[in-house]
């Protein structure tokens, strides 16, 4: 079972759900209502209007059921059923796809780009651990308590590399640098 919005006209009707095997759809007048559309049951019709007074769609009752024809619906504008997937089907596409997000795999979904990749609606109901953790970043050093900058050549850094296997113009083969940490005046 699943659920998707349905465009008829100008108007939009939510929540309408999809139940595999049904061989009927079934609409509700509580949901018509509620998109701002007006239902009128006459004696052997009934008539869906927009606030314009314009129709929608016109049902007839037959057996004491009002019946909606999909096939003139589908005539005069395009339908798209869609249904939600299950929360194991959108983890297991989020996986497949590299963890891409799932507004993206919802694209991929409606345009067809992925071959084998259900036109569902995939939604995300928590945090992926994965994810999250090659998004959280760690601090490098843990941060100073006390204020070691306190004056010129109180804290110097130093670095010694060598021996190198080409002795410098002065026949020199080490290399010394020295930072000083007040003024970062380098030697």
């Known amino acids: 079972m699943g ?15 999809y139940v595999e095997g049904l061989g009927h759809n079934l609409f509700s007048v509580g949901q018509f209502c509620d998109s701002d559309l007006e239902v009128a049951f006459r004696q052997h019709t009934c008539f869906i209007r927009n606030l314009e007074g314009v129709d929608l769609l016109t049902s007839s009752r037959g057996n004491n059921l009002y019946t909606l024809s999909l096939q003139d619906m589908m005539a005069s504008s395009p339908i798209c059923l869609l249904s939600k997937a299950s929360k194991t089907k959108s983890w297991l596409w989020h996986r497949q796809l590299s963890h891409l997000n799932f507004g993206a795999i919802n694209h991929l979904a409606r345009q067809g780009f992925v071959r084998g990749l259900p036109k569902l609606k995939f939604e995300k109901d928590h945090l992926c651990s ?51 940490d007040y003024s970062r005046f380098t030697w």
């Open 3 to 17: 659920y998707g919005d349905y465009q008829i006209g100008n108007g939009t009707i939510s929540w309408v759900y």
């Open 130 to 180: 994965a994810c999250a953790m090659v998004k959280s970043t760690k601090k490098s050093h843990k941060p100073k308590f006390e204020d070691t900058n306190q004056e010129k050549l109180y804290l110097l850094h130093m670095d010694l590399c060598g021996p190198m296997r080409i002795e410098s113009v002065n026949g020199k083969k080490y290399i010394l640098v020295i930072v000083d």
